[in-house]
Structure formats: structure tokens, C-alpha cells
């Protein structure tokens, strides 16, 4: 009985409250509501809002569809109740209440769905924007600031033109799409798409919980790893990243309104942008996300590479080994990989360049708008935990960066429209940079920079070989003078600070006058050094039975009780380094001097490696290694750590590698493997150095992240310079040549 009453008491109400009226309106107010049947227009016709049921379904939803598209289908872009489906819709209205709520109620005057706010107005009413946008506000008040709600803060699977899908810091809303469950439910389903703000904002397709693809972080242009188009327009629309203090979101935005497009995220997880083609009455895909195996998420694992047109997909970053070589081989990429040359954080390391890829995950990254390039790497460097960066914004150059630390995850290859990343590497994986970092071209121009270094050498061999032959004859065994720790003493003014003129590999180096006039230079073993003590008779061993005019001459040794010394001759130019890389001594070298220079150099190895009956492997040819006389004639010292190969096995292995990253060649400093082409790739980079001046570590080009070595294959210049010393040496020698031909570098 009651009921009955209730119902016939409703009834009298409603009939107070007139039904929408059937000529179109877009606005609903307190006086209104609408039931099954009736709808609201956007005033432009865009859009039109009622009671729908999906394709082979009876249960009925509110929502919002294409009004001017409805006679060819029925395009449903936005659905209140998606969880509260209505079976039986005869007395369910649609009605706006007082404090500015718009809600679905029922017979019995329950709440169905409804909007909700925090504030309320005098005078609320529900209004369809022709954007698509249901918006609850003022009836007199159409600043966006002030209403209410809006449909494009909670929007279902459809990103529409001038929505805002991101978040807002200040009201910490979250505006995602969430997919229907299928083509014919739209209850939620398990596939969401997040501007997500983590670290660096990026774009992610979530399944459940878990990343199932990524757009990567904004780059200014576009997201990282998105495909085409690459302009912020296109012939239909143009769309924009914003990340402030306030807000981060993303939207697009039609140039010409009678066009329809819309981004919408289907069931099974991917994103497509639709546009209507009118000729054929029918949504076209325009664009489909992801793309390929390639965007799974992380596919490869960490440090790996996914390469979509090579087989398998999934690959090592270079200077990368998978983790589980096994598991890896099988397919199971999840594990990732691992650097070669693990770091160690008390160690110098550097950053290698990686080319055109998608930028890793960044939900664990650091940034910076405003900084260079250049103050990325600074920055990076300083810290260890910091394993990679990139630069922010490419839309107009470089600008600001990106910080990665701990693993790097979900890259892939992406030709063309990759980006840079820089990685932090142990020195020895620098230091082969030039023959790896680009893959195709590196390894070319690496081959034949190994080849041209033995063509320079060999055109040496040749040319010295001639010249010398009939005058090398060695000495029968050399023995070692001891000179008495007390002439030393002396000689050294007691080892006093002033005298010390440098620090050796193993201890300090004095100079020191003999009673006699003669000068002389004192490498003396340091007593807590351990290492020294092998390096120390390695020299004694190597040198002592060593003889040519351009190695430096060792006079004799002290040893008497904890004191070790090598005495040998001084030399008053110093080493080379102090010369090629000093502003103003460089000038002092001219061509011809350089040439002499390299010269000696190449003399004094060939006599190590070929004529000498020894055989002997330097292992640390370098700058500061090579000592100058007073005519400035080359010596190469410092022995410690050299190597004789027996007769003609001139290759060996060695786990402990030792030496100086810059020089060593690369199958030394990474598998360990020494022979003579080891001092030969070594005389190579000091060559370079000489002719440069320019050190090949530390050296530093905008244009580039690459070392001298890189920097020369990319110039091609090499080609040039051996051609012109191998043409010198075997044909004219006429020294002098040089300086014109190819003139300074500079
Ligand atoms: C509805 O379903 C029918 C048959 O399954 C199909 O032909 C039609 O295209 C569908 N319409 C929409 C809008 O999905
Ligand atoms: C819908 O509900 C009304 C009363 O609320 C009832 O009269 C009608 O029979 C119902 N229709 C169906 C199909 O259940
Ligand atoms: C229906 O409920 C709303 C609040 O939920 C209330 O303001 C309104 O007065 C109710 N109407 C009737 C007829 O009971
Ligand atoms: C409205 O409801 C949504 C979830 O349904 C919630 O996130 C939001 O904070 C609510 N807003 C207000 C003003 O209560
Ligand atoms: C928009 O497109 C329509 C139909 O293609 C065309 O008639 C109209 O001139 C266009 N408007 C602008 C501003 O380009
Ligand atoms: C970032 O993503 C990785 C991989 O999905 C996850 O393991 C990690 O917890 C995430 N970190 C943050 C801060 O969300
Ligand atoms: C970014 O770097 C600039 C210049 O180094 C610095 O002044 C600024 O404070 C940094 N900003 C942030 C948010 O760290
Ligand atoms: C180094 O970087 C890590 C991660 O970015 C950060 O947590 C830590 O505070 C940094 N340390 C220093 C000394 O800046």
C-alpha cells in the first residue's frame, strides 16, 4: 500500500518537473529531467547524451555519442553508469539536484549513478559541451575554473579532442582511460592508459596493475618511441605535452572541426587513433599501438635491445653480454644482460653513446630542464649510482636532461627517429669506442684503422730494416753496474724534494749529478709498494739486457738492504707528453721534428719487437713514456711493465691487464690478449697525438661523444696521414714534404 502511494506521490512530483522537451536543447536544469527515449544535443549538433544499449546487448547505459554520425553507427564515446547497467529503464530518470549533482535515480528515488562535487552553486545545471564534454556548473558561469565536474575528468576508453589525459597536481586528479571489458560491455575492463608522472612523465599502457607497453618520456617533439608522424601536426590535428609545476597532461586538438578523430583504448590493450572518412561512412585506423613484438614491455630486459627486422628480436646493448647466456639462448629474454666490464665505482669510467634508440624506463629518473648537455655529464659523473643520461628536449637542439640509475630497461632500436643515450662504461670499453660505437660503419673504419696502423709500421720496418741491417750487432751479455746507495745519496742531495722530478710507475723519480758532472735520473722503488717490487725486476731484467738509441739507457742499479734503484741516464727535454699536450711548448715542435720524432719512436720499437734478441711486448707505449734528449731525440723508457714473447709466438693472454686506457687496443684491454700489434695500436694513438696534439682520452668535440680515435675515423684524415708517411719513408723520404702537403691541423 505504501509503495503505491510513494509511487503515485513521485509521480505527482514529477509531473511538477517538466520532461525534456522533444525540440533539442543541450542543457539539463533543476527543473528538468530526462527518461529512455529522450536526449540532449551539443549546440553545435556534435554530440548528443541519452540512454543507449550496446550492440547485442538489452541492458541500457547512459552515454554520449556522435549525433551527426548516427545514422551510418552509433559511436559511443563516453558512458556514465558502466557499472551499474539498467535492465528495466520505464521509471529511471536523469536529473540534476540542488548542491550541483547530476544523478541517476530510480523508482524508489535511489541513486543509480551519479556526479559528485565539493562545492556547490545556486544555480547547477548539466550542460553538453560540442566538445563532448558533460559538464555540471553555474547556470551563469562558463569559466572551465569553476565547474563542478566534467566528463573529461572521468572519461571511459575515448580520448577526445581538448581533453587533458594526465594529472593535475593541484586537484590530484588523475584523468586515464580505462578500457571496456569488450566490443559490447563497457564495464571496466583490465587495460588502462596512464600519462603516468613517476620520475619523468610517460606514456604506459597498463594491464592490471603491471606496464604492458610504453610511449617512453616526451622528448619535445614527440613521445620517445612513438611512431610517426614526427611533427607536432599532422593534416588533421596537432598535439601537445605540457609538464609544469600544476599539471601534466597531454591532448590533441583538430584543425578543422568538421573532421572527427578520437584516441580510444580498446579491450585487448591497444591505443587507436580513428578518424571518420566521409566518402566511406566508416572509421578508418589511422594509428595503432603498439606497434610491433618490440613494444612489449621490456621485452629484452635490462640492457637489452629490441631490433624488430632481426631475428630473434631481442640482443645485447654493445659492450653488453646476456645475463644467463643459457636462458637467453632459449628465448627467455626477461634476465637481460650485463656489461662486459662490470663497474666498479673506485674506478674512472666514462659514458658510451648509444644511437637512435627508444629511451629506457623512466619511472626512476631524475631531470633537469635547463642544463646542457655538457652539465648532464658532469653531473652524471659525479655520482656513481647515476648509470646513464640523455638530453630532455631535442625539439630545438639539446636541452636539459634526463638521469637513469640502476638498470636500464625496455629499449629498443628505433631507425632514424631514435634518440642518444649516454651510458656510463668502465674506461676500457671508452677506449675501443671507435670501433663499436656505430655498428655498421664503426666496424668498417675500425678495420681499417687497425690496417692502416700496421701499414705506417710496416712501411717503418721496411724502410729501418734497410737502413740498419748491416749496422745492429748486440752486445754479449750486459752486466749491470751497482752504483753504492751512499753516491746516490749525495748525488740526490739526500733525496730532497727539490731534485724529485716526477713519479714512475712505482716510485718517485729524483735527478741527480755524479761526482763526475754526469747527470743522472733515480727511479726509486717506493717501499710500501708491492706491486713495484715486480716491476722493479722486470725492468732490471728487460732493460738491462736492452741497447739502442732510442730506449732510454739504464746506467746501472742500487740495491742495498729496503732500497731499490734504477739509475739511468737524464734526460733534460723530459717526456713528450710535456711538449704535445702544453699550449706553448707544442709550438716548439715543428713538422719535421714531429716526424723525427715518430721516427725514433717507431725505431725504438721495431728494435723491441723484431731485433732485439729478446723479443719484447712494451705494454705502455705512451706519451709520457717516450723521454726527449737534449736534440730532442725520442727515448722510450719505463719497462715495468713489458713482456718478452719466445721466439715466434708472438701472441700470449694475460688476465691481469695492465696499462693505460687511451692506448690500449681493444682485444687487449677487453679479452686480455697482448702481441706486438698491442704497442703497435698504442704507437698508433700516439702518433695521432703527436700530429694533433690533442690527447686521445680528454678529448672532447660538440659535435661528438667520441675519443681522439673516434673523432679521426670520422674525419677520414688518417687515410691521408699514413698515406703521406708510408710515401714519405718508402719513396722520397724527404721530410719536409710533410708540412706542405697536408698542412696543420688544427
Ligand atoms: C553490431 O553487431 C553487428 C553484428 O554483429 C555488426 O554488423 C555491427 O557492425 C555492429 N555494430 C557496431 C556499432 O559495433
Ligand atoms: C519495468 O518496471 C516497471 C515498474 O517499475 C514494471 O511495470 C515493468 O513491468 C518492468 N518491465 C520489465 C520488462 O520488467
Ligand atoms: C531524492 O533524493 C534526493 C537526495 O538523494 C533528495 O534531495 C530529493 O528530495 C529526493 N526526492 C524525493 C522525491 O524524495
Ligand atoms: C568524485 O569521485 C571520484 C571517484 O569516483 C573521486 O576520485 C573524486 O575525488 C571525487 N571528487 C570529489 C570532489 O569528491
Ligand atoms: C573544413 O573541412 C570542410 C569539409 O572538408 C571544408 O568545407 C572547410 O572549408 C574546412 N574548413 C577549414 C577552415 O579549413
Ligand atoms: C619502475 O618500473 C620497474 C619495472 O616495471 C619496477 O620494477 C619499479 O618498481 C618501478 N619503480 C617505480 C618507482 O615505480
Ligand atoms: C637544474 O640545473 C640548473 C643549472 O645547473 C640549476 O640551477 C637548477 O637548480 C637545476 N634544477 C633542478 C630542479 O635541479
Ligand atoms: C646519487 O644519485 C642517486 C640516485 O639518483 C641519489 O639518490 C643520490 O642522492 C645521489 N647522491 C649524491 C651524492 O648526489
Not at 554520449?64 to 553508469?81: D, G
Not at 578523430?261 to 572518412?277: A, E, P, S
Not at 715486480?534 to 729496503?562: M, P, S, W
Not at 715466434?648 to 693505460?660: E, I, L, R
Request: contains cysteine; hydrophobic residues 35%; proline residues 4%.
Amino acid at each position: 500500500m505504501e509503495s503505491k502511494y510513494f509511487i503515485l506521490f513521485l509521480l505527482s512530483f514529477y509531473s511538477f518537473i517538466p520532461k525534456i522537451s522533444s525540440t533539442t536543447t543541450n542543457v539539463i536544469n533543476t527543473n528538468q529531467f530526462i527518461t529512455d527515449g529522450d536526449t540532449i544535443v551539443s549546440s553545435g549538433g556534435t554530440f548528443e547524451l541519452g540512454f543507449f544499449s550496446p550492440n547485442g546487448s538489452t541492458t541500457r547505459y547512459i552515454g554520449i555519442w556522435y549525433k551527426q554520425i548516427l545514422p551510418y553507427v552509433q559511436t559511443i564515446v563516453w558512458v556514465a553508469n558502466r557499472e551499474k547497467p539498467l535492465t528495466n529503464t520505464s521509471s529511471v530518470v536523469l536529473k540534476v539536484n540542488k548542491p550541483g549533482i547530476l544523478a541517476l535515480l530510480n523508482d524508489k528515488n535511489e541513486t543509480i549513478w551519479s556526479t559528485n562535487t565539493s562545492r556547490s552553486v545556486q544555480n547547477p545545471v548539466a550542460v553538453l559541451l560540442d566538445s563532448g564534454n558533460l559538464v555540471l556548473k553555474d547556470a551563469n558561469d562558463d569559466n572551465p575554473e569553476n565547474f563542478l565536474w566534467q566528463s573529461f575528468n572521468f572519461p571511459t576508453d575515448t580520448h577526445l579532442p581538448d581533453m587533458k589525459l594526465g594529472k593535475n597536481f593541484k586537484t590530484g586528479i588523475e584523468v586515464y582511460l580505462l578500457a571496456w571489458k569488450n566490443d559490447n560491455d563497457p564495464t571496466p575492463g583490465e587495460y588502462s592508459l596512464h600519462i603516468d608522472p613517476t620520475g619523468y612523465p610517460q606514456g604506459l599502457i597498463r594491464h592490471g596493475a603491471r606496464v604492458s607497453a610504453r610511449a617512453g618520456p616526451w622528448n619535445g617533439l614527440r613521445w620517445s618511441g612513438a611512431p610517426a608522424p614526427l611533427q607536432t601536426q599532422t593534416s588533421i590535428y596537432t598535439f601537445q605535452f605540457v609538464f609544469n609545476e600544476e599539471e601534466v597532461y597531454y591532448s590533441f586538438s583538430l584543425i578543422n572541426n568538421s573532421l572527427l578523430t578520437r584516441l580510444v583504448l580498446t579491450n585487448n590493450g591497444y591505443i587507436q587513433r580513428l578518424t571518420w572518412v566521409d566518402r566511406t561512412k566508416s572509421w578508418h585506423l589511422y594509428l595503432n599501438i603498439p606497434l610491433d613484438t618490440c613494444d612489449t614491455y621490456s621485452l629484452c630486459g635490462a640492457y637489452g635491445s629490441c631490433v624488430i627486422d632481426s631475428s630473434p628480436v631481442c640482443g645485447c646493448l654493445d659492450k653488453f653480454e646476456p645475463k644467463y647466456p643459457q636462458n637467453w639462448q632459449t628465448g627467455d629474454w626477461s634476465q637481460g644482460c650485463v656489461r662486459k666490464t662490470p663497474i666498479d665505482c673506485n674506478k674512472e669510467h666514462g659514458f658510451l653513446k648509444y644511437s637512435g634508440i627508444k629511451l629506457p624506463e623512466t619511472n626512476n629518473s631524475q631531470y633537469n630542464k635547463t642544463m646542457t648537455l655538457e652539465g648532464c655529464r658532469q653531473v652524471c659523473s659525479t655520482n656513481c649510482s647515476c648509470t646513464a643520461y640523455s638530453s630532455l628536449d631535442i625539439s630545438n637542439g639539446d636541452k636539459g636532461c634526463l638521469f637513469w640509475s640502476g638498470e636500464l630497461i625496455d629499449i629498443r632500436e628505433l631507425s632514424g627517429r631514435g634518440q642518444d643515450i649516454y651510458i656510463r662504461m668502465d674506461s676500457s670499453d671508452i677506449v675501443s669506442q671507435a670501433s663499436s660505437n656505430r655498428k655498421k660503419t664503426g666496424t668498417v673504419l675500425a678495420v681499417s684503422f687497425s690496417l692502416l696502423v700496421a701499414v705506417i709500421l710496416l712501411g717503418l720496418i721496411l724502410f729501418m730494416y734497410i737502413r740498419k741491417k748491416k749496422k745492429l750487432k748486440l752486445k754479449e751479455d750486459f752486466e749491470l753496474p751497482q752504483f753504492q746507495l751512499s753516491l746516490i745519496t749525495r748525488a740526490t742531495n739526500n733525496f730532497s724534494v727539490n731534485n724529485q722530478i716526477g713519479e714512475g710507475g712505482y716510485g718517485p723519480v729524483y735527478k741527480g749529478v755524479l761526482e763526475e758532472g754526469q747527470e743522472i735520473a733515480v727511479k726509486r722503488l717506493s717501499r710500501t709498494s708491492m706491486q713495484g717490487i715486480d716491476e722493479f725486476k722486470n725492468e732490471v731484467t728487460y732493460i738491462a739486457k736492452l741497447q739502442h738509441r732510442n730506449l732510454v739507457r739504464l746506467l746501472g742499479c742500487c740495491i742495498q738492504g729496503e732500497e731499490k734503484m734504477l739509475i739511468y741516464e737524464y734526460m733534460p727535454n723530459k717526456s713528450l707528453d710535456s711538449y704535445i699536450f702544453d699550449q706553448t711548448k707544442k709550438k716548439l715542435l715543428d713538422w719535421s721534428r714531429r716526424f723525427d720524432i715518430i721516427n725514433g719512436i717507431a725505431r725504438g720499437l721495431l728494435y723491441l719487437h723484431q731485433d732485439s734478441r729478446l723479443r719484447i711486448i712494451h705494454r705502455d707505449l705512451k706519451a709520457s713514456n717516450v723521454l726527449l734528449d737534449t736534440e730532442m731525440n725520442p727515448k722510450i723508457s719505463d719497462f715495468g711493465m713489458a713482456r718478452s714473447v719466445a721466439g715466434n709466438d708472438m701472441g700470449a693472454k694475460t688476465c691481469h691487464v695492465v696499462g693505460t686506457h687511451g692506448y690500449m687496443s681493444p682485444e687487449y684491454a677487453v679479452d686480455g690478449i697482448f702481441s706486438v700489434k698491442s704497442d703497435v695500436f698504442s704507437f698508433g694513438v700516439l702518433v695521432l697525438e703527436i700530429v694533433s696534439c690533442k690527447k686521445n682520452r680528454g678529448f672532447v668535440h660538440e659535435d661528438h661523444n667520441l675519443n681522439l680515435l673516434g673523432h679521426v675515423s670520422t674525419l677520414y684524415i688518417l687515410v691521408y696521414i699514413t698515406y703521406r708517411i708510408c710515401h714519405d719513408l718508402n719513396y722520397s723520404n724527404r721530410h719536409g714534404s710533410f708540412t706542405r702537403k697536408i698542412g696543420p691541423w688544427n
